[in-house]
Structures are given as C-alpha cells and as structure tokens.
C-alpha cells in the first residue's frame, strides 16, 4: 500500500480539461465583460463580479450548477483517482477554483468522496440568494513568488506537509498546470514528486528555473499519461517501501549457521 503517500491535485486543466471560471463566462457569454474587468481587478474579485452579474441577469444557480456538470474531465483521470485512493494515498486538492464548482463537478462524476480535503475560495449564497465566491485568504500572505494575492499554494502545502507527517506520511506528490503552482512546487523536498503539465505555465518555469526544484519531476501532457506516470510511481513507492519493512521485520540469516549448514553427526547406537 502507499499510505505513507499524499497526493496533490491542482483542479483547473489538472483534473478537469479546462478552467472552470471561463466555461461559465463563455458559456453564459460574458466571457468579453470578464476580461475587460481583469485589466483592474485580481481574477478572484473579478469571479465574484461577475457571478453576480450573470445571476442579475437572470440566471439561477441550478443553471449554473447544470452547467458545470457538462465540464470535461478525462476518463483517465478518473481511474487515476480511483487507483491512487484504492492503493491507500491520502488525496487532496488545492486551487484557486471554489467550493461550488469543485464539489458540484466532482460530485456529478462520483469522485467527491475520494479526496480527504479541498483547499479553495469559499462560496456562500448572499441575502439576494446570489451564489458568491470569497477569496482563500482576505489578508496579504506576504508571498512574492506567482501567487495571487487572494491564494499562497505553497504556505497551504507546507501547512499540509505538517499535518500529515505528524500522522505517519513521508512523500508528497504535486500535480498542477498554472503559474500558481509554481510556488508549491519549490516547496517540496527531495523524495517528493512534482508532476507538471507538459507545455503549461507551470512546467515553463519548471525548466527554466529547475536548479530551485528539489522534487522529483514527471512531466505528463494528457489524462491518459497522467494515469499511467501518476500509477507507476506510487507502485515504484510501494515495491521500495515493502523492501524496506521487511528488511527490518525480517533481517538476513547469518552468513553461516553451522547448526544447519554441516551434516548431523549419526546417532551411534549404544554397546
Ligand atoms: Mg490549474
Ligand atoms: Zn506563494
């Protein structure tokens, strides 16, 4: 088993296929009014801008929930889920989505109860009965790396580290796309894993900058390489582990143990 593994999963174009705030947007067709909005506002503000515009409009949460259950997400990153969870790693997601859109996709494919905890913006629904999202953090985290001002990935995977170490896990396997997740990455230690989105923000700066990066790296482009990279791993991870328990359960034989290695002396009958 890989109980001693927690995997970290990114959300947007890492489990599922695209970015859940433009699927909205584009398809409640809003997407121009949010990038004009991006030119003075943070993402996370201009998110809650605009849910509130689309729901003035008219719109309801039940469309928007509808919505994102048409969301594209891999068949192979379903298994990969299911298998990582089946051979005993903790899994976890950390992103700058939010709680409604995470639960309500991950629910509709059956994947909700797979993950021990999701670190995103909170959502709430407002006195108007709005759907509205908050940012992860409302006070300055004092990162400077690529962070945005309303989410540090890496202060939530060092606190993530912390936590689960104490309870007995030792690796730790990042898995991500975007420039925010850059900033785990230099987080983690040598016999962790970062698993960077081949041709994606985060594996730019992976390669130009990989003299920073301690982790093991396993680049993969599609869910179908993902599953495949992601699975060899933990079972690399499980063979060693295994090796390991049972040369402290069972230590070798003595080189030489004369009691079994030379023939028994003959009994000799008695006189
Ligand atoms: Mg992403
Ligand atoms: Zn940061």
């Not at 309303?150 to 991500?176: D, P």
Request: charged share 20%; proline share 6%.
């Amino acid at each position: 088993m890989a109980t001693g593994i927690v995997v970290v999963f990114d959300f947007d174009h890492t489990i599922i296929d695209c970015d859940s705030d433009d699927w909205i947007f584009d398809h409640f067709g809003v997407t121009k009014l949010f990038n004009e909005l991006l030119l003075t506002m943070s993402w996370n503000s201009c998110v809650d801008w605009m849910m509130k515009e689309i729901q003035t409009q008219g719109r309801t949460i039940q469309e928007i929930a509808e919505c994102l259950k048409r969301v594209p997400l891999h068949t192979h990153i379903i298994t990969a889920i299911k298998s990582a969870h089946a051979l005993g790693c903790d899994l976890r997601i950390v992103s700058d989505a939010n709680v409604f859109f995470i639960e309500t996709i991950l629910k509709h494919y059956g994947l909700l109860e797979y993950f021990s905890e999701i670190n995103t913006n909170p959502s709430f629904i407002d006195e108007q009965g709005r759907l509205r999202i908050l940012p992860f953090t409302s006070f300055p985290h004092g990162c400077t790396v690529s962070c945005p001002t309303n989410m540090c990935k890496g202060k939530i995977i060092e606190r993530i580290r912390a936590s689960s170490f104490g309870e007995g896990k030792k690796q730790l396997v990042y898995i991500g796309d975007g420039k925010g997740d850059f900033c785990p990455s230099l987080k983690l230690r040598e016999g962790d894993y970062v698993m960077p989105r081949k041709n994606y923000p985060v594996w730019e700066l992976i390669c130009s900058n990989s003299l920073l990066i301690k982790a093991e790296i396993h680049e993969w482009r599609d869910g179908d390489e993902l599953e495949h990279k992601l699975l060899r791993l933990l079972n690399t991870f499980i063979i060693t582990d295994e090796a390991q328990n049972s040369m402290t359960m069972n230590p070798l034989p003595p080189i030489c143990s004369t009691h079994q290695l030379l023939p028994q002396a003959l009994p000799v009958p008695p006189y």
